[in-house]
C-alpha cells in the first residue's frame, strides 16, 4: 500500500513561485513512476509532469520551460518546482504514484495564482 501526502500550496501573485512536495509512505518508492496532475471545476483532470523510475521527465506544453518535476529516493519524496506562475495555473495539484500495476492518489493541495 502506498499513501501520499501533498504539501507547499497556497495563494501566490503572478509570476511568483512555489515548490510542493509529495511524501511517500510504503516500500520501493525508488520503483515508482510519478506524476503531478492538476484539477479546475468542470474541467477534465490534466497531467503536469511525469518522472518514471528511471528519472525520465516529461511536461505538459502549458507548463514547460517554468515547472520542474523531480524526486528523492533517499527522502521518499516528489517535488514540483513552479516557477512564473500564471493564474492558468490556479488549481488543486495530486500526486500520483504506480507501482506494481496500482495507481495511488493523493489528496491534493490548492495553488491559486492571484493578484
Known amino acids: 500500500q502506498v499513501q501520499l501526502v501533498e504539501s507547499g500550496g497556497g495563494l501566490v501573485q503572478p509570476g511568483g513561485s512555489l515548490r510542493l512536495s509529495c511524501a511517500a509512505s510504503?516500500?520501493?518508492?525508488?520503483?515508482?513512476?510519478m506524476a503531478w496532475y492538476r484539477q479546475t471545476p468542470g474541467k477534465q483532470r490534466e497531467s503536469v509532469a511525469v518522472?518514471?523510475?528511471?528519472?525520465?521527465?516529461t511536461y505538459a506544453d502549458s507548463v514547460k520551460g517554468r515547472f520542474t518535476i523531480s524526486k528523492d529516493n533517499l527522502k521518499n519524496t516528489l517535488y514540483l518546482q513552479m516557477n512564473s506562475l500564471k493564474p492558468d495555473d490556479t488549481a488543486v495539484y495530486l500526486c500520483?504514484?504506480?507501482?506494481?500495476?496500482?495507481?495511488?492518489w493523493g489528496q491534493g493541495t490548492q495553488v491559486t495564482v492571484s493578484s
Open positions: 500520483y504514484a504506480r507501482w506494481f500495476f496500482k495507481n495511488y
Open positions: 510504503g516500500r520501493d518508492f525508488s520503483m515508482y513512476d
Open positions: 518522472i518514471t523510475s528511471g528519472g525520465t521527465t
